[in-house]
């Protein structure tokens, strides 16, 4: 009942989590004996399969959180709390045009290439092809991918995109690129950037200043884990404290007058009211 | 160049952001003079409009996010910190098909029907037509739901759905409902529910411990957002500290064995250290 | 010219902390040689001493954080991050007197004992003779403890005090002992708690519901590190995410009419107000 | 039985809470009637008084934390939650000498007279003699301060103290002043610092860098607050996200070769071992 080639999630007893495809005639061999795909591939997603040793094993089909997490990484990848939020506040979904650079190991590729779907479109970059091959590799995987192309290429050149609706980029030093997002996006796009540290943070505002950039917002997502008993319900004894700092903001040209402007007759009221003030202050005193 | 009935937010000089359908020939009339509909369709979205003071509005494209905080709400609503966990949690997206009860105000339904897109499905329920009607009335105005079913139904009685691959409950006693998800889901899908209060978290623990479900998971989301300014870059000064408590857990026959399961020897193993230990100290003694 | 008999920390090149006391004619072996006590005691705090084997070693003071984190540990101790936050609640400090229970290992027993110093002092109790025994054991190793006793009780039976300032319960079952409280305490004074879980903060909020107790409140002290790096700052990866919940209150009688109290006439003003609305409705309709 | 002078908290039926000296013959006034000092004298704290209109008013003792919130502010205060950890840190407590810079409202000020007491000593300093009054005021209502100094100086010119235990610096460049610091505190003290922003952070800890101080350690304190509702029980809505931001380190010596360190041997081992495996993998090869 299990398609082959579906990315499993096997659960020992010990709690231990091993992700693997279902692949014909494979056996997955343990301490505790040998399980065939073969017989997995009979059971229903939930069931309990038997290793040659008596093991039980429990069979759980992995779900975007399982297949976010288990990709092969070469790098940091961005963790799911984080790409929950930017998938949402990009808009990712269906006939949706999202650009990203750089791919790193794929995991927020993946991610969008899940939300948009056979109807929308990815467009990813990394400067290093080594990092390419492992992102295509990790969606060929996942059995997802079919909507995204991968550039090697380096974004400070320019992205192989346009008129997108939405852009991230998870890079060292992102305000390098800022200046070939407008070729990238449609006008009013959202933007996003993910970085560690809080100079980068302040660089990065700094270049959003001087550019065509507007609804800026930095914000950081926190995952505080609880422990499932319920008659000792309590927040895990740690957690994990820093992923990184999400910012983001559209692609709007700046318009001066409207930080500053005043209705009509604003300015005149103002003065009159000061010298009112004024002269009742004088008559008081 | 932006089609009539988008849904648009028009920003003015003092930050405020109002949330509109762009209807042809409508006027908004503001205190600071009046903005045709048809003039803001001849921008694109980002530009500056010009009421007829000469008030300078900035045209922004209402966002996913901009949608869910501003859809009318009669219910506490989910907020998209929490809603963008849901969806990656649930897998929602393409061809998938997801069960939801009580919509409320149809935030999350919302949020679930742009991710799924026309190949997927959502299956909502409310007991009270209040809310079920509200809630097609945001999914209406905001352009999305056609994907979406909403019954006016307690699902107390059961789902009107069948081997959904995932489900969401937020109501106040989802424990009273459990009994009902194996007919509405298939094997191995994802739960989810949203909890205000711990001792509604415990109640639902031990609802889940009594059945059919594994792989229970409690945890909180926290944004924490962060003035963006480049030479002060801080923290806000306050933040919201609590929405909800999300419990995650998946639709699979419990299974004591596996609990318990030793390997072959293991316990034999044991005892014989334990032994060994005990002699060993003794001609220490 | 560090005294004999203080605590001294050993931090080695490798950032391991030793605790230890200066002893006169001790040596501490490591495995990169041997360091007298006498040598050090020769150098002012903050020096670098070295081993026979020429290992630099920083010779600190242990300061009041590294006591509260040095001491032999039986229990899970109290984190200095609560100890700080219910010493300032408690008012800890000269000429107060403060009553604890159980004392477990000690940790805030210490802290309690520094902050009241000669002329406070703190009552303790435990009843597990092992833990009074280590609390002490843990007091005589830091040099505190002169203004400390501690009782081998259990204080559901009552405790060994009257009219303290302030008392503090870490036990498993606090609500147990309130009843205990009012021979203890001076009217007014702060009760504080320190639980892990919900269910026993939902109790304890029953117990002091029906008891002379108000002004509840109820809070987590969560202690986020940073990482101290001037061109790449940002949080630490990981962290404590839960110790326990802190519960404050003061001992005052309940006074059922305070809550419920309306000035004179604001039942008439508010009737009258109801009524001339309706009448208006009327008029309007 | 309340003592003239006292810090009284009066709270409302409607939970408002005004705190004031108990000064013999005063009238405090409230739209709900009048309450004589010299009857409240005669109450125990906790006790409800009646005004001259009969609405209950709760009788509290003002707690350190009442006196921390209560003091009259012209600056951003320093808040209990950062005080009580500050405290901690840096030992404040008796026969111990803090020194402190600036002062501002004196809210850290007040914290450490209350800790130190008759026996310890605080050594303030601000630049403004506003401050520096304020401050002294503050000290003075609350009926502390004895144990108190404030200097009317900028302390980049050098502190009013030598030998101090430890030193706090809440001022808005305090890197300008560390060279300051040896001449101010004994070997090893503890200096803390509170910065709002990560720029000014990171030009702390670049500071630092450069001069005689070590074990520096960068954190945040976060309360988070819980509705104390039994049956309910959940964190509050909102909470304070950020005050500022702790930075605590030691005044020591800086030793180059502290941090480089090897044991005697490692390194030639580790050659030894580079050099197998370059063997062993060439043969391999």
Known sequence: MIPYNSIIVYVTPKKKRYIKKLTPGDVWHTNDGALAADAVAALEYG????????????????????????????????????????????????????????????????ALSWFCGPTGKVVSHDSREEFTRL????????????????????VSAGFEAAGADALFLDMREPWLCLGQIPQAVRPGATL????????????????LETGPFGEVEVCEILLRPWKPLADRLRPADRMTSHTGFLVFCRYQKKCPEFDSWLAPGTRERKQLAAALEKQAARSAG
Chains 1, 2, 3, 4 share one sequence.
């Open 192 to 207: 996003g950037f993910l970085l560690p540290t809080t100079p980068q943070v302040s660089a990065l505002l700094d270049g």
């Open 47 to 110: 069931a309990i399969a038997r290793t040659s040793l008596g093991m039980p094993v429990r069979v759980e089909e992995a779900t975007l959180y399982d297949l976010l997490m288990g990709i092969k990484r070469k790098t940091q990848i961005i963790y799911p709390k984080d790409i929950a939020q930017i998938c949402l506040r990009l808009g990712a979904g269906p006939d949706r045009t999202i650009v990203e650079a750089g791919c790193g190991s794929g995991s927020l590729t993946l």
């Open 135 to 154: 992102a295509r590799r990790n969606l060929d995987w996942a059995g997802l991918g079919a909507n995204v192309v991968i550039h090697n290429r380096d």
